[in-house]
Every structure is written in C-alpha cells, then in structure tokens.
C-alpha cells in the first residue's frame, strides 16, 4: 500500500518499522514539531523523526492540520491507500479521514472500548487490570468511538509498570498494524462497531495524579505506582515537604491510613486495609535513597502522618 503515518514517540516507531518491513510504501511521516526541554531548552526531536530522518523518509512536522491548506493539496496529490495513526498527538480533521479508501487506521494500546483517551497503557495498570492489548481501529470524529478491526490481547504480570507495558504493546501492535493492511487489502478483515456501553475512560495524566491517596487500598496505591511509571509517579507530603515514594511494596502490617509506622530499618505507611513498605524515598531537595538510610539521617518516629 500507499501510506502516510503520523506518529510522535517511541511506542510509534515499532509499526513504522513493521509496515517498512512489509514493503509498503511511506509516501510521507508526520510528527509533531520539536520541543524546547531540560535546563538548557535544547530542541528535542521525537522518536518518530529520529526513526524517518534514519530511513530518508519525508517528513513534516505542522503546528496546525485542521485549516493547513498546504498540507490537505499535498496529501490529496499523494492520495494514499491509508493514514496510519500511531500516538500522533493531534486530532486528525475530517478533511484527512475522508481522503484514504482504506481510512485513516490508528493503533490505540488497549482493548476497546475500555480506556479510551490518551492514557490507556497507564491506566489499565492503575486500575489493576491483568490483561489488556491493542485494537487496530478506523478513526472517526469521536474520542477512540471508531469501528475495530483487529486486537490481541496481553496478560499484565503482577510487577510489570507502564512503562515496560509500553515494549510490549508497541511490539504487539507493530504485528497487528501488519495484519491489518493485509486483511485490509484482501477483504479478510471487516470493521466491526464497538460497543460503546462497555466504554471506560483514559484521561490525560496530570502531575496530581501521581499525589499517593492513603484511603484507598495498598494494593490500589501500588496499581498506581506501577502504572504512573515514569511520570507522574507517586508522591506525597511528610512535615510539609513532598516526599517521592520510587519504590514501595504491599505489605501485611496493621497501621492506620496516613500513618507511619518505623520498625528498625523498615518504613510502612498505612492504608485503607494494611500498608505499604516504603522502599526507596526521595525527600524534597534530597537525593534518591533506600527506606534504611533515609530513616538513619532524617530521624522518623512512629505515629507521624504523611499526605496531610
């Protein structure tokens, strides 16, 4: 096929990769312009661009699709088979799923119609599924409403984080893009109408995120950390300050919630039903540090209160 693909981070460069492989033709990448970051605000190129300056494939980086007169004629004249929609970023504008005979077909990680939006990687962990996957769809104007076309499941082992969901998934869906052009092309695959019932949603994760609740389970805040990796992680307040919680552990210790509780090296915080053991802690100004040494230099009792 003739093919446009719009993509942005790494988790795209998988199915860029896999279709280039296939011997489709990518007749244009699309990607989101570079950005300012770090200390010094150094222009940061993304995944995608780096993956098609390598491949000599052509490439635009527009501000604005919806009313870009120049890129809807250049897109016309190219009039590909499909646009491939992989973690673009963008709302892709009628105009643009109106122009491939295939439509614009984008690879969303989970199984639709749960965890719709722009976290569902993260928020399948969070919820504490322990299978998600990826769902080859065709866009349409709504939030991930589109008809599926294909999916494959994926089992969450009990201490994988969002982040090496991520691998995974991106792998995965490389595959299914794949199956999907061809199925496509041959008339083997169909689109199919979700069912919008059963929908559940992925908002956009916010840095308050991240903020440890201790009314909820221990085993729900671990949900959380495992799937807020790497950002926004999870943290809290300890005598004002904010306290990063790297790494932590579900643990049969009764405590009440939002207390801590110290025995020797080790430090729990209780929860809704037990607590978690806090191993590894960054205070606010400080450096990353195992819960033992934290609690030899910062000189904590038992009793004393976190997230208040």
């Known amino acids: 096929m003739k093919l446009v693909f719009c993509g942005t981070p790494l988790f795209a460069v998988a199915t860029l990769e896999a279709v280039l492989a296939a011997d489709h033709s990518i007749e244009l990448v699309l990607t989101q312009p570079d950005r300012t970051a770090g200390r010094g605000l150094a222009p940061q190129i993304s995944a995608v661009k780096q993956a098609a300056l390598r491949r000599g494939l052509p490439l635009l980086q527009p501000e604005k699709i919806k009313q870009n007169l120049a890129l809807r004629e250049q897109l016309e004249a190219l009039a590909p088979d ?55 769809m065709r866009l349409n104007a709504g939030l991930d409403t589109g008809p599926m076309l294909l999916a494959q499941a994926l089992p969450i082992a009990p201490e994988e984080t969002a982040e090496d969901l991520f691998e995974s998934l991106a792998e995965k869906g490389a595959t299914l893009m794949v199956q999907t052009l061809a199925g496509l092309e041959d008339g083997s695959v169909s689109p199919v109408e ?36 790497p950002w926004p992680g999870a943290f809290t307040t300890l005598r004002g300050k904010k306290l990063i919680v790297s790494r932590m552990a579900v643990a049969e210790v009764s405590c009440p919630p939002n207390e801590l509780l110290v025995d020797h090296a080790r430090l729990f915080a209780g929860c809704a039903d037990s607590a978690l053991e806090l191993l590894e802690v960054q205070m606010e100004g400080k450096k990353r540090m195992p819960a033992s040494e934290f609690l030899r230099g910062f000189q904590l009792a038992s009793g004393e209160r976190v997230g208040e």
């Open 82 to 136: 499909a646009i491939l929609v992989v973690a673009y970023g963008r709302i892709i504008p009628d105009w643009m799923l109106a122009l491939p005979r295939f439509g614009c077909i984008n690879l969303h990680g989970s199984l639709l119609p749960k965890y719709r939006g722009a976290a569902p990687i993260q928020w399948a962990i969070a919820k504490g599924e322990t299978v998600t996957g990826v769902t080859t």
């Open 194 to 229: 979700q069912d919008h019932a059963g929908a559940t949603l992925a908002p956009i994760l916010t840095r308050e995120d991240g903020r440890m609740d201790f009314r909820l389970t221990a085993a729900e805040s671990l949900n959380r950390w495992r799937g807020f990796q």
